[in-house]
């Protein structure tokens, strides 16, 4: 595990090394109404090219009978954690076909992170709390950046070059075009996107004090 | 109506018809009532049902959807569901859909393709029949209905989603909806239950085969959710129809046979109640009408006995209440009638002397024998009565009678009747009596009223004269038997032979003079015999010195009876006893009148043998002349020689107390008996009448005039005046002027003539 947590540190470094002469843009995600949307994955893939993806760990974490954070952007072949902060067991589980897996009931830490080495999407669950619900976004390119409440996505360092800029929800209701983004080596490009999202489905956690499970 | 003629019948049908009416109106009213509620609990209940049903079947549905959301929501489920391996996929949805029942399970893309199907395992991936249903479970995260399959069969389903934890795809759960579920329903509703297509196939049915065939023959189009009647293989139901998801509907029945059969029930109990109750009823008013009907009926009976004359006591009803108050009073009058009808039929058929029976008594007993039947008449009468009475005074009479009528009752055979007719006259009833012992009858009569008869110490003789008379040989009429009987009596004692039989006496009097008796007694009441007046002449001075009295019978349908017609047969039968009496008052007060106007006549009353041995006419003559203040000279006896010769010594007896009283006596008919100089002599009269035959010959008889002229010289020789009666002519008047005779009688001078023609005529000779 420990052997994990080292390898994310040449990717911070690398990110540092390139922070001089690079680009950057920001990403304004609202609603068809207007409505700035969270949890929005804003994705640039490179039009050739594709670099080697440096190893990476994440971490989500299961706090509080909820999947902390909602959205999980990796590179693909990154190693998620999933950290159990409550006093009792969870059942994690994914059906999603690129990453189908199963940590059954687990208190603290599972022993060994899940490898994510397919690029895909990847809805997680409990099966113990039916309203536990996280997405998982497995991309092939180091460049993503997730919106914020705010609807704001950025994404710094990016070397010049032709992209594809791919927006993406896990409750989007239609898949939205990519669009084809030119950065020279200073540029600060802005985009204002719209999705059309639904709204979180509505599966009620009850109370905790109703026996805090 | 014949039914209402006894007091009992009326009440018991009144009583009993009352309560059949409420009985009936009962019955009516709960049949009705019971139709009407039936109607409305059938529609009720149907409605309930209906309600009942559509929840049932939201339930259901929930249930099913919860189920199939369990079974969505299974780890292994949705584990295996991810697998995606075709093989796998249908197994698990096979396992899983048994573990709710569901026949039929389906895997739903998320765009709605069927991705598996149970039923069609090798099929290739088709869009789902039901999108509105997928759409609908879109909007609502779950939908169910009932709808038909691709083989039209009916089928509840339900869609989920199988969420992982994201909605990734639906399944579709199916149950049939067969013959089970219609009777499950059918169970928990309390109707019958039947599922139809839209089509019109029935799909399934809680009902028998019988009447589910039945079933497709109805009109489904009439059928809504408002009860209607429906008639099912000749069973009766109240029926509704319901949509059953969009391509079905539910018909649910209620069989009125089964709602009645509860009313049925009531009604047949309450038939048994009514009927029991009538029964008892019937009982009830019967035992009471009878208890009240029943003392009623038996007084009418005592009524009825009453009326046939039988007063015997009734049995006592002895209830306190109004019948019994009544009853007690019919019980005293009863007792009332009883004794005044007795006292009545005492005194009707009792003599009051003696205690026997009367002759009325003794002639309805004497009615009342039949043509078959053999009986004797004895009439008994004492021969001594008379002078014992006379001398001893009535009550010693009287006591003599009821002596006798005991003596003669004690030798009375069995079965017969004794009876005092009148008088000293007894009569005997004997039924079956032969002559022989009759007569033999008759001499233990005569001996036993030899023995003398004791009275007060004084022993008196009696004798007796019977006569007999035979039913039905001496005839048949009560009075012609009485009569002959009577005629045979008379003439024993005429004989002193003790007893004659009617037969030996002949038949006596014609009939005429069988019924003259009763005629003559009739006669006595009604005034019928009255008296004419004959004139005597003093031919010397030719002065009216007297009137002979000569009774006339003025019958009110034969005329003027002359005295020649029923004088001797009153005597004979004694009759003239009765007349006599009357008479001779008639003619006292006839004289007393006449001499109070100053017509000193002498007033002549002729006696017979039979009034003369009566030993209480000088009694009466004393009475007589006391009562009408008359001199003894104001009257004169006149008695036939005939009348003397029958007893003479007594009549001589009786004669010289007349005369002692100062009566006037005369012979009557002199010259036409037997008596003699010397006896003539002895007596004390002081007149002779010469018998007219002997006056009717003069002219022609020189015989009859010498014996004339001798009479009366041989009269004025005694002392005695003479008289002539039957004078007709001038010349015999003459004649007996000339020879002497001192009054005269007859025609010529007057004819026999009522009391008032009489004075006139007398006023009318002194003017000439
Ligand atoms: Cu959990």
């Known amino acids: 595990m420990s052997k994990w947590v080292l390898a994310a540190l040449p990717v911070a470094m690398l990110g540092w090394a390139c922070a001089a002469n690079a680009a950057s843009i920001n990403a304004m995600v609202r609603t068809p ?177 109703a026996g805090g499970y | ?211 589910r065939q039945a079933l497709t023959a109805v009109q489904w189009e009439a059928l809504d959710e408002q009860p209607k009647q429906l008639t099912l293989a000749g069973y009766h139901y109240h029926a509704v129809s319901l949509a059953l998801g969009s391509q079905a509907r539910v018909l649910l029945m209620l069989s009125l046979e089964r709602s009645e059969a509860v009313f049925r029930n009531l009604e047949h109990i309450l038939f048994i109640i009514a009927a029991c109750s009538i029964g008892l009823f019937v009982v009830g008013s019967f035992s009471l009408a009878r208890r009240i009907a029943g003392p009623v009926n038996h007084l009418v009976r005592a009524a009825q006995r009453f009326e046939a004359g039988d007063y015997s006591p009734a049995a006592t009803v002895s209830a306190p209440d109004e019948i019994g108050q009544l009853a007690a009073s019919f019980e005293h009058m009863r007792a009332g009638i009883a004794a005044r009808e007795q006292k009545i039929s005492r005194l009707a058929y009792e003599d009051t002397l003696t205690g026997l029976p009367n002759r009325t008594r003794l002639t309805e007993s004497l009615s009342a024998l039949g043509p078959d039947d053999h009986a004797v008449i004895a009439v008994l009468d004492l021969d001594r009565f008379a002078p014992i009475n006379d001398a001893l005074g009535h009550r010693v009479g009287d006591s003599l009678l009821q002596l006798v009528g005991s003596r003669l009752l004690e030798i009375m055979p069995q079965g017969g009747m004794l009876a005092r007719l009148w008088g000293d006259e007894f009569a005997f009833l004997i039924e079956k009596a032969e002559p022989e012992t009759a007569r033999q009858f008759a001499e233990r009569l005569l001996e036993a009223l030899r023995k003398p008869i004791d009275i007060d110490g004084q022993k008196l003789d009696v004798s007796g004269s019977i006569g007999m008379a035979f039913y039905p040989d001496d005839g048949c009429d009560m009075d012609v038997l009485l009569r002959r009987a009577e005629l045979a009596m008379y003439a024993a004692k005429q004989r002193q032979c003790g007893c004659m039989f009617a037969a030996e006496v002949g038949e006596g009097p014609p009939p005429e003079q069988l019924s003259l008796i009763g005629e003559m007694r009739q006669a006595l ?20 010195v ?134 003539l002599k002895s007596l004390p009269v002081h007149e002779l009448k010469i018998d007219q035959s002997f006056i009717n010959s003069l002219a022609l008889s020189p015989k009859d005039a010498a014996i004339v002229r001798s009479t009366v010289a041989l009269g004025h020789a005694l002392g005695l005046s003479v008289v002539a009666e039957g004078i007709e002519s001038q010349t015999d008047l003459d004649w007996l002027r000339e020879v002497g005779c001192d009054i005269g009688q007859g025609y010529f001078i007057a004819r026999p003539m009522p009391a008032a023609d009489f004075s006139a005529w007398l006023t009318r000779r002194a003017l000439i």
């Open chain 1, 33 to 209: 109404d207007g409505i700035p949307v969270e949890d929005a994955a804003v994705v640039l893939n490179p039009a050739s090219g594709m670099p080697r993806p440096a190893l990476r760990r994440a971490t989500i974490e299961q706090r509080d009978r909820e999947f902390q954070p909602y959205l999980t952007i990796v590179t693909k072949g990154t190693a998620i954690d999933f950290p159990n902060r409550d006093p009792f067991k969870h059942h994690v589980y994914s059906f999603s076909p690129p990453n189908v897996f199963e940590i059954k009931l687990y208190a603290d830490k599972p022993a060994k992170p899940i490898l994510f080495d397919k690029s895909g999407e990847v809805v997680l669950g409990c099966n113990i709390h039916d309203w536990m619900e996280a997405h998982v976004l497995v991309v092939e390119t180091p460049w993503f950046a997730k919106s914020g409440a705010d609807g704001s996505a950025t994404i710094k360092h990016l070397p010049a070059g032709a992209y594809r800029l791919r927006l993406w929800h896990p409750r989007q209701r239609a898949v939205v075009a990519d669009v084809k983004v030119e950065l020279k080596s200073t540029d600060a490009q802005h985009f204002d996107m719209t999705i059309d999202v639904a709204p979180r489905a509505v599966v009620k956690k009850p109370p905790p004090d």
């Open chain 2, 1 to 211: 109506m014949t039914v209402f003629r006894s007091l009992e019948r009326r009440i018991a049908v009144v009583f009993v018809g009352l309560l059949v009416f409420v009985m009936v109106l009962m019955l009516l009213i709960v049949g009705r009532s019971s139709e009407v509620i039936i109607g409305a609990e059938s529609q009720r209940q149907l409605a309930a049902g209906a309600r009942n049903f559509s929840n049932l079947i939201e339930r259901d549905r929930r249930q099913l959807e919860l189920a199939a959301s369990v079974l969505a929501g299974d780890f292994g489920f949705r584990e295996a569901i991810a697998t995606q391996d075709r093989a796998t996929v249908l197994s698990v949805l096979r396992n899983h859909g048994s573990r709710i029942g569901a026949r039929m399970m389906m895997i739903l893309s998320l765009n709605g393709e069927v991705l598996f199907d149970t039923r069609r395992p090798a099929e290739a991936s088709h869009t789902f029949l039901f999108q509105a249903l997928l759409d609908r479970a879109k909007q609502e995260e779950r939908s169910g209905d009932v709808v038909l399959m691709e083989d039209m069969r009916p089928y509840q389903i339900v869609i989920v989603p199988i969420m992982a934890p994201v909605r990734t795809a639906w399944v579709v759960m199916g149950f049939p909806v067969e013959d089970t579920w219609a009777e499950e329903f059918s169970r928990s509703s309390g109707l019958d239950v039947s599922v139809v297509s839209a089509a019109g196939g029935i799909r399934a049915s809680s009902l028998p085969p019988a009447l």
């Open chain 2, 546 to 679: 007297g009137a002979e009295a000569l009774l006339r019978w003025q019958h009110p349908e034969r005329g003027l009876i002359p005295p020649g017609n029923f004088i001797p047969f009153a005597e004979k039968t004694g009759f003239i006893r009765e007349i006599t009496p009357r008479l001779l008052e008639d003619i006292a007060a006839q004289a007393a009148s006449w001499r109070e106007r100053g017509m000193q006549l002498v007033l002549s009353a002729n006696l017979s043998a039979r009034d003369l041995l009566n030993p209480g006419l000088v009694r009466l003559m004393r009475e007589l002349l006391e009562t009408y203040g008359l001199s003894p000279q104001a009257l004169c006896l006149e008695i036939t020689e005939s009348a003397l010769m029958e007893d003479p010594m007594l009549a001589q007896a009786h004669l010289a107390e007349l005369a002692g009283i100062g009566l006037k006596l005369s012979i009557d008919d002199y010259g036409a008996g037997q008596a003699s100089l010397a006896y």
């Open chain 2, 525 to 544: 009441e009604c005034n019928q015999f009255v008296l004419y007046y004959q004139p005597k002449l003093d031919l010397a001075a030719n002065q009216v």
